[in-house]
């Protein structure tokens, strides 16, 4: 289940306040990870519905719902022990290899009733499934192209305030690279794979990563060009 957070409520200029407060200061320090999960909540409550809704029709969605699995590491550490050709694995290897904490999401705080609150939530930690489904690194281009994906499967305003603002700080070569390889293929991507949001993925970690990408349409990112 959720952990109990405080969850504050706000009206429509109070949510807009934070909104832009939470974008400033995310475009100031992209790796204030509490602002850009404040700026994805108080701007994405219509499509976090429509995501619910989605989830409400599909039977994995329902599954996920009514169990409401945390990514944490109490939950997902039997991943680091799966055979090296497994999703788990896959993802363990991700998250070891960056030194990164299944427990490091902040929480949600900006969502008026508890099934909003855990699909914000849901989105927030299968972030880095998505990277290791896509093969993209973290760096700002990896981010940039992910977000475009995550906005094909959520239309989140935030996603594309974020790729906005990534693109915003690359080079001229970054900026080049993005836009006539990465963005296009982030753009099939996005379209051509499942409803990401209603996987159950957990219930995945022991199949062949190979197998699942086909099961679910991923498309890896393209190896740079030379």
Known sequence: MIEKVVRIQLNGWQRAAVAVGSAVGA????????LIAALGETTG???FERVLERMKRSPEGRAILA???????SEVGHAWDLPPNTFGAAYAKFMGSRNFSPDDRPPVRFMDTEELAYVAMRAREVHDFWH?????PT??????????IEFEQMMLPMCLMSVAGGTARFSERQRRLFYQHYF???LKAGMQCTDLMCVYYERHFDEDLEDVRRKWG???APPPPR
């Open 45 to 47: 409550r219509p499509a």
């Open 218 to 220: 991923i498309i890896p």
């Open 67 to 73: 169990v409401r699995p945390r990514v944490i590491s």
């Open 184 to 186: 296009p293929w982030a």
């Open 139 to 148: 760096n700002l281009i990896g981010e940039s192209a992910l977000k475009v």
């Open 132 to 136: 290791t489904l896509f093969e993209l």
């Open 27 to 34: 475009l100031l320090d992209p790796r204030r990870a509490d």
